[in-house]
């Protein structure tokens, strides 16, 4: 208990102190950035298998019981041994302090929040202790303990009263100080009040007009439009980046170029804006997964932006052949400049279904790419574009064994009915979406329990870069059933039945789903 107590002294302190120097320094959100960096691939691709989206409360959560566990010990052990409880608190403070000198962009105060945090812990852990020693001079501390309930009453052993004043004293000091803390965070910069004033211009080039029919509307199927509130999200941030727009500056610079900057103001205010359909996909996406998503994006095309500043792609003898993304917390992602200058809607986007992005989804400016995965085109809370080479720099990913370049899979998922589900035999209509972002899908075939392929009806194309609709309805005798889809784009390729895991470079295989008529 007295080293719980500590731990929670010391963290609140820590916060506190975070709060008023860099919240990304707080030691939980430090030691967790730290642990996300560092995690060997197996070890991650086991987290997101098994946790999905959730892996970021898992690992908070995980830190927060191993922290506990050392701390119950760093407690026990200081009752007999001060010293090894002082030692407990120095190693866990030690942590905290590299790990908040190792995270992108930070400065040596960011050592200040686990240093103080580490005191504090320290100071509490001794005070708890000699408050929960036997008042008996001489007295080994342990018989206090073993004398047990009689002691602890009026007799001469561990004085109650006391040890309850003490802790309850430090439980209110931490519950405030964390309390302060947060408050001070969150009013430093009013993020999302920054983010509501914001007003977006109508585009100079809108959408075009969505062909009657791109939603078939059947119950279960994915919505074309992805609702914002259900849009996948996958960053490494444990923490999302709070961005204030009113002072942010992105970075434009590297080969060939002089370097730029550009204020939120300055994007928002150019006369080229676009508005367009993108269907966005994660590499991480399992074949049937949920990590992909389409949204009505507004931005700057990124194309014109960089060719005013002087940059000429490779096959135009420009030095440079990659653009690498840098995120306000340090992410990087490398996307092919010749993809990004081909002519596709590659742009810095502001906004997301008609408003300022969302936090959680890159405000104020994020990149999206047509055609090519979230992790080598899409970096969100965008700090920074540098031109570089790809022989002169890894992107985050690929030293963990991506590939550099990752241009989406033509894929398919069925979305009704889903596995597991018991239909009533007869008609049963099998619905579910497609995508081959940049080419477009020309054909959607489905099967039933290995059977002959049926084409489905596809629902009308909005643009080749937005997923496509299809829904097949089939007669199904009583029993168990498997459905399969395979989606041919306009390329003329039919996505393969081989099944391959998402790593390197994104999944392939056929979706598959099973039921059960009666
Ligand atoms: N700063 C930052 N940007 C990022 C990432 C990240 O971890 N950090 N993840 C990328 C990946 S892997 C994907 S798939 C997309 C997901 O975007 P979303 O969360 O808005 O759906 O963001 C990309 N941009
Ligand atoms: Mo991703």
């Known amino acids: 208990m007295c080293g719980l107590l500590a731990a929670a002294s010391a963290l609140a302190a820590a916060e506190l102190v975070a709060a008023l120097t ?259 996909a994660c590499v991480s996406n399992p074949v049937g997964g949920e990590y992909v998503g389409n949204a009505r994006w507004i931005g700057v095309p990124l194309a014109p932006l960089l060719r005013e500043a002087g940059v000429r792609p490779p096959g135009e003898g420009g030095p440079a052949d990659q653009i690498v993304s840098r995120s306000v917390d340090g992410m990087t992602i490398g996307t092919p400049l010749e993809d990004v200058l081909d002519g596709r809607d590659a742009m810095l986007a502001l906004g997301m279904n008609g408003v300022p992005l969302p936090l959680r989804h890159g405000f104020p400016v994020r990149m999206v790419v047509p055609g090519l995965y979230g992790y080598v085109s899409a970096c969100k809370w965008l700090a920074e574009l540098e031109l570089t080479t790809f022989d002169a720099f890894d992107a985050y990913w690929v030293p963990r064994g991506w590939s550099a370049l990752g241009p989406i899979k033509t894929q398919s998922r069925i979305d009704r009915p889903r596995s597991f589900d018991e239909v009533p035999a007869g008609d049963l209509t099998v619905a579910g979406v497609a995508w081959a972002q940049h080419t477009g899908i020309d054909r959607v075939e489905v099967r039933v329990d290995g059977g002959p392929w049926q084409e489905a009806g596809l629902a009308a194309e909005d643009t080749a870069d937005t997923w496509r609709q299809r829904a097949l309805t089939v007669r199904l005798e009583p029993g168990d059933h498997r459905f399969e889809a395979r989606a041919t784009d306009r390329s003329g390729r039919t996505q393969t039945g081989a099944r391959a895991p998402v790593a390197p470079d994104g999944a392939t295989g056929w979706h598959s789903v099973s039921v059960t008529a009666a």
Not at 38 to 54: M, N, Q, S, Y
Not at 59 to 87: D, S
Not at 120 to 132: E, F, K, N, Q, T
Not at 249 to 264: F, M, Q, S, V
Request: hydrophobic share 50%; net charge negative.
């Open 22 to 280: 860099n919240p990304a320094a707080a030691p939980l959100i430090a030691v967790g950035g730290a642990v996300v960096d560092l995690a060997p691939p197996w070890l991650k691709d086991f987290a997101v298998e098994a946790f999905g989206t959730a892996d970021k409360p898992v690992l908070l959560g995980g830190m927060a019981v191993v922290l506990a566990l050392f701390a119950a010990l760093a407690g026990v052990l200081g009752r007999t041994a001060p010293r090894a409880g002082t030692a407990g608190v120095v190693l866990f403070a030690a942590i905290g302090v590299a790990a908040a000198l190792s995270r992108p962009g930070s400065g040596p105060a960011d050592a200040l929040p686990a240093t103080l945090g580490g005191l504090v812990a320290a100071g509490v852990l001794r005070l708890l202790l000699r408050a929960s020693a036997p008042a008996v001079p001489g007295a080994a501390p342990d018989e206090g303990e073993g004398s047990g309930e009689e002691a602890a009453g009026d007799g001469p052993g561990f004085d109650r009263r006391r040890f309850v004043m003490v802790a309850g004293a430090a439980a209110g000091l931490s519950a405030g100080a964390g309390a302060v803390g947060r408050l001070l965070a969150v009013e430093r910069v009013d993020v999302e009040a920054v983010r509501r004033a914001v007003r977006l211009p109508a585009p100079a080039s809108p959408a075009p007009p969505l062909a009657d029919g791109v939603d078939l509307e059947i119950g279960g199927l994915a919505a074309f439009f992805t609702p914002t509130a259900d849009f996948y999200r996958i960053d490494t941030a444990l923490s999302v980046p709070r961005v204030d727009a009113s002072t942010w500056r992105l970075r434009l610079h590297g080969k060939g170029i002089a370097e730029r900057e550009y204020a939120y103001a300055d994007l928002l205010g150019r006369a080229d804006l676009v508005e367009r359909d993108i269907t966005l």
